[in-house]
């Protein structure tokens, strides 16, 4: 086998990347959620939009 490793690595255009999940609205129901020991659709579903919805201070519950 010959693997060619002096291959620069592609950096993704900014429109690509995803900010990782924060923020007051975010942060606040996480507490609320770990507090109560409830478990959302999201979190069983491991959703990627799970920041969007929580940071807008929605979640959805079994």
Known sequence: ???NIDKKRQ???EW???????GDGF???KAIVQGNKLHTVCE?????NISDC???GTATFM
């Not at 690509?16 to 924060?22: C, F, H, N, S």
């Not at 069983?44 to 990627?48: D, I, V």
């Open 1 to 3: 086998m010959n693997f």
């Open 27 to 29: 942060a606040e129901i």
């Open 11 to 13: 950096i993704c255009p």
């Open 16 to 22: 690509l990347k995803v900010k990782a999940p924060g």
């Open 44 to 48: 069983e579903a491991h959703c990627p």
């Open 54 to 56: 929580w940071s807008r």
